[in-house]
C-alpha cells in the first residue's frame, strides 16, 4: 500500500504562484511514475503533469511553460510548481502514484485562482 498526503493549496490572485507538495509513505519500493491531476467542478478528472522515477517529465498543453512537476526521492515528496495561474487552472489538484498492479490516489488538494 501507498498512501498520498497532498498540500500547499490555496487561494491565489490571476498571474500568482503556488507550490503544491505530495508525501509518499508506505510501499515507496513500488511507485514508478507519479503525477498531478485535477478536477474542476462539473469537469471530469484531467491529467495535469507526470514524472518518472528517472526524472523525465511530461505535460499536459493547458499548462506547458507555467507548470513545473518534480520529485524528491530521498523525501518521497512529488513538488507541482504553478505559475502564472489563471482562473480556469482552479481546481481540486490530485496526486497520484502508479505501481505494476494499482494507481493511488491522495485525497486532493484545493487551489482557488481569483481576484
Known amino acids: 500500500q501507498v498512501q498520498l498526503v497532498e498540500s500547499g493549496g490555496g487561494l491565489v490572485q490571476p498571474g500568482g504562484s503556488l507550490r503544491l507538495s505530495c508525501a509518499a509513505s508506505g510501499s515507496i519500493f513500488s511507485i514508478n511514475g507519479m503525477g498531478w491531476f485535477r478536477q474542476a467542478p462539473r469537469k471530469q478528472r484531467e491529467w495535469v503533469a507526470g514524472i518518472t522515477t528517472d526524472g523525465r517529465a511530461n505535460y499536459a498543453d493547458s499548462v506547458k511553460g507555467r507548470f513545473t512537476i518534480s520529485r524528491d526521492n530521498a523525501k518521497n515528496t512529488l513538488y507541482l510548481q504553478m505559475n502564472s495561474l489563471k482562473s480556469e487552472d482552479t481546481a481540486v489538484y490530485y496526486c497520484?502514484?502508479?505501481?505494476?498492479?494499482?494507481?493511488?490516489w491522495g485525497q486532493g488538494t484545493q487551489v482557488t485562482v481569483s481576484s
Open positions: 497520484a502514484a502508479d505501481s505494476s498492479v494499482r494507481k493511488y
